[in-house]
Nanobody
Framework: QVQLVESGGGLVQPGGSLKLSCAASGFTLDYYTICWFRQAPGKEREGVSCLSNDDGDTYYLDTLKGRFTISRDNAKNTVYLQMNSLKPEDTAMYYC????????????WGQGTQVTVSS
């Protein structure tokens, strides 16, 4: 079964850290560009960070630079999002997305993991 499964979310105090995981099954993540998105209640989904499969290039939302780090462990077929110095405005459902464009486009979404930053 082809799927992405996120984990690692939870409740954390402001200034704390969380590490989200996005584990793939049924396909090899190394061939895909992986992005993390988030969506807070009442707001549109926004791109948080991406890791390219072509050259390892990374993208971060400007407001997150220096606090979030995306990485990949090919042996575990998993992508991570390390989140430090968390703020209440980081509260959202976090989703991972895998996309590969060749002759066809293959795209998968996970079910999401909730991150709540609150004292």
């Amino acid at each position: 079964q082809v799927q992405l499964v996120e984990s690692g979310g939870g409740l954390v105090q402001p200034g704390g850290s969380l590490k989200l995981s996005c584990a793939a099954s049924g396909f090899t993540l190394d061939y895909y560009t992986i992005c993390w998105f988030r969506q807070a209640p009442g707001k549109e989904r926004e791109g948080v960070s991406c890791l390219s499969n072509d050259d390892g290039d990374t993208y971060y939302l400007d407001t997150l630079k220096g606090r979030f780090t995306i990485s990949r462990d090919n042996a575990k077929n998993t992508v991570y999002l390390q989140m430090n110095s968390l703020k209440p405005e980081d509260t959202a459902m976090y989703y991972c997305n895998g996309r590969r464009a060749t002759m066809m486009v293959y795209e998968y979404w996970g079910q999401g993991t909730q991150v709540t930053v609150s004292s």
